[in-house]
C-alpha cells in the first residue's frame, strides 16, 4: 500500500545507514531531498537511483498538496533531510501533518539524530530531557532563554559554529557561569569531539579553540 516513508540519513558517517533505509529508498517512487545536491552524493553511493526532488523550507508548504496526491494515486515517497531524521530542526513535520489528516499511512524508521549521542556522551543527567534544537536568532531569543531558567531537565540545543561563543556567553548569564554543559561536534565524523565542563570551562576554551563542524550544546537543568 502506498505510504509516506520518513527516513533518517547519516549525520556523518555513512556506514550508519541502515539497511532497511537503503531498500526503502531503492523501492519509493519518488525520493523527497531537502537539498537534491547533498542527498545525490548519498543516493549515488548506495546505488539508489529513484526519482529525486527537491523538499525543503522554502517550497514546502506549496508541495504538500502534490506529495499527498501523488501518494493517494499509489505511489510510495520517501522523506530525506541533509542529515539526520527530517522533522527534527529539518522540514518534515508539514507533510507528515498533511498525510496524517489524508488518513495516509506514515512510516518513520529509526536512525540517525544528532543529539542522541550528544546527550548520551555529555555525562549529564539523561533520563530526563528537554530538546530545544536552534534558538531564534533575534525575536523571542531572550525569552526562550527566559524560560528555560527554571527548567531542571537537560536541555539540548543545535548551534552554528560562528554563533557557538555568543550562545555559550548568553547561557553563563542567564544560567551561571558554574552551570555544567558539554559542546559536541563534528559527530559520527573523523573528527568527532565532546568538550565538557562549566560554561566559564567551555568559553574559555572555545574562544582559545576556534569551533568547526556542527554542533550539539548540551547543558544541565536547575539543580543538576
Known sequence: MAKLYVVPTPVGNLED?????IKVLKEADLILAEDTRTS?????HFEIKNAMQSHHKFNEHKMVESVVNRIKGGETVALISDAGTPGI????????RECIKNDI???CLPGATAFVPAVVSSGLPNERFCFEGFLPQKKGRMTRLKSLQSETRTMIFYESPHRLLKTLTQFGEYFGIERKASVSREISKLHEETVRG???????HFTNVDPRGEIV???AGLDD
Open 17 to 21: 545507514m541502515t539497511f532497511r533505509a
Open 40 to 44: 545525490g552524493i548519498l543516493l549515488k
Open 89 to 96: 530542526s529539518d522540514p518534515g513535520f508539514l507533510v507528515v
Open 105 to 107: 499511512e506514515v512510516q
Open 198 to 204: 562549566t560554561l566559564a570551562e567551555l568559553i574559555e
Open 217 to 219: 550544546i548540551v547543558l
